[in-house]
């Protein structure tokens, strides 16, 4: 008779436990769901501030290039304004070499015009000197007069030192010191190429006032490329040291300068008449001598006795 008593306990029992999982299945759903909406709400916090952040980071690098474009379109225009060649005014260009390439022909008009501008220039006083090229370097204006006085002062220097020199290997120690700067030596060269040019420009205001001078000067004149000291500045002075060495008639001209007597052993010319040459040919009896040994007539060494 207790059987059916406890029965609708166990019931009860059954039914309170299987509610009690049902509430911890809905407890654990309910945690499980503010878990994550809370990643969620993080999670799409996160991203809207990183948008945001990019966006503002795009937007500042934008109106940086619109800002760095318009600085530099503005400066490329200001240099443009203030660097702008006056397009009606052809560019400079050297006098003599222009009426050389535009006046070509062998009329008396053309022969005019390529003759009047070194006329002109040599009727201005020194201006014509302006027209001066130490080797490469061409037409350096009103700076050529301080560059050329350098240079003579350095070549005085070097002869007064050298002349009072008497001990043979002294002398050179000091040469070959002096050959193995470039520069000092270029300068030296100038100032021996500026005292040839002195002794033309001499020897030209005395052959116009009827005085007598050495014959060099007058086959020096007489060839129509040194007719004046301009001309022969121009077309042969000029071109020494950079395109062209010395001629013949170049090195008469620098004994003359030198008052020394250069004697030329030309091996081309070995068992002639014309293997040794001495510029210039009947030179003062005083004037010392120096040697010159050539293979081809233009390239020239120092023989060593």
Known sequence: MEAPRSAPRERERERARTTSGSDQVHSWILVTSHVLSAAWRIARAS??????????????????????????????????????????????????????????????????????????????????????????????????????????????????????????????????????????????????KFLMLYQVTEAYEQMKTNKIIPNLFRLLFARESSSDPLSFMMNHLNSIGDTCGLDQIDLFILGYSLQVKIKVFRLFKFNSRDFAVCYPEEPLREWPEISLLTENGHQYHIPVF
């Open 47 to 192: 991203v809207m501030t990183a948008l945001s952040l990019l966006s503002a980071t795009l937007s500042y690098f934008r109106s940086l290039y619109l800002y760095l474009g318009h600085q530099l379109k503005w400066w490329v225009g200001y240099l443009q304004r203030k660097f702008k060649r006056n397009l009606s005014v052809e560019a400079e260009v050297d006098l003599l070499s222009y009426c050389a390439r535009e006046w070509k022909g062998e009329t008396p008009r053309a022969r005019l015009m390529r003759k009047l501008p070194e006329k002109l220039l040599f009727s201005q006083g020194c201006n014509w000197i302006q027209q001066y090229s130490f080797g490469p370097e061409k037409y350096t204006g009103s700076n050529v007069f301080g560059k050329l006085r350098k240079c003579v002062e350095l070549l005085k220097l070097q002869w007064t030192e050298f002349s009072g020199m008497r001990d043979y290997h002294k002398r050179g120690s000091m040469c070959n010191g002096l050959f193995s700067d470039a520069i000092l030596e270029c300068k030296l060269y100038e100032a021996l």
